[in-house]
């Protein structure tokens, strides 16, 4: 039992790395700015659920290069452009691609 539950882990371990590393290994990123971009990410996210306005359940924050993607749906116009403006003000942040899709 305690080695099913090792190698589970480690095999959890590994494909965290694995996928994780992706954009490291082909070349759009350093692994440096891969932690910043995941602190960034990290910072949106935190943000957003912060906010009441803001379903931060509803809406993906993936980032790339300082470059933060934003997607989902918001239930209205008000949420979307909300949402834009949390990113917008984080640190780090060099732009915003909001793709939200307003949805009632």
């Keep these: 039992m305690k080695y099913a539950r090792a190698i589970a882990f480690s095999l959890l371990a590994g494909a965290t ?7 490291v290994a082909r070349n759009q990123q350093t692994v440096g700015s891969y932690m ?4 960034i990410t990290t910072a949106v996210k935190a943000k957003m659920a912060e906010d009441k306005s803001v379903s931060a359940t509803a809406i993906s924050v ?4 300082g470059t933060v993607q934003l997607s989902g749906f918001a239930k209205t116009q008000a949420e979307k452009d ?4 949390i990113a917008r003000n984080t640190k780090h942040v ?3 691609r909001n793709s939200i899709v307003v949805r009632p």
Excluded: Q, Y
């Design 82 to 85: 909300r949402a834009e403006a």
């Design 36 to 39: 910043d971009d995941a602190g």
């Design 17 to 23: 790395i694995v996928s994780t590393g992706c954009s």
């Design 94 to 96: 060099r732009e915003v």
């Design 62 to 65: 993936e980032t790339l290069n």
